[in-house]
């Protein structure tokens, strides 16, 4: 009998911005695989995990196509929490500190799914840009970003998974932003 696998974990956040009283959504597109968009999402350390599945860490690049383009890694370290690994991830991907959002604690999603036969959850979480304006500095894993409308961003993501997760962000933040 073959062992179990360990559950991939990732965290990550849907970051938006209100720019004249409409709501906008940060997309990164990644500059690997298909340059699919994503919001910042990411895991712990990669060469562990990377290692576990019988890769290198020099094979990232042809291992991390997600087939629900979900963002780039995806693992959270066992030492952070989902926090923990949403805001790191953040800050390596777009330059945001924890100190330039505004944490939605009341909103998590919780996503399931497979990546290369390997079961895979992904956790998202919701955070408002304080300041509209503040740069996006993108790391190599990046080539682009947006700042676009839900439907746009539905359109960009292409993943029906992760077009559900906009769409319940949208919900939530139409119904509880003040």
Request: proline share 4%.
């Amino acid at each position: 009998m073959s062992a179990m696998l360990p559950e991939l974990r990732a965290s990550g956040f849907v970051i938006f911005r209100m720019v004249c009283n409409q709501i906008e959504y940060l997309l990164l597109q990644t500059s690997y695989g298909t340059h699919h968009w994503t919001p910042p999402k990411g895991k712990g350390d990669a060469r562990n995990d990377f290692q576990m599945y019988g890769g290198s860490f020099q094979d990232r690049a042809a291992v991390v196509f997600l087939p629900s383009a979900l963002s780039c890694w995806g693992l959270t370290d066992p030492e952070e929490s989902d926090l923990e690994t949403a805001l790191r991830e953040t800050e390596e991907e777009s330059g945001l500190t924890e100190l330039d959002l505004r944490i939605l604690a009341d909103f998590r999603k919780t996503i399931k799914y497979d990546v290369r036969g390997k079961p895979k959850t992904a956790v998202y979480l919701l955070a408002e840009l304080i300041k509209p304006d503040t740069p996006i500095k993108l790391s190599d894993e990046h080539q682009d970003f947006k700042w676009v409308s839900l439907d746009k961003a539905c359109e960009l993501v292409k993943h029906q998974t992760l077009q559900e997760v906009l769409k319940e962000c949208g919900a939530f933040v139409q119904q509880n932003h003040t």
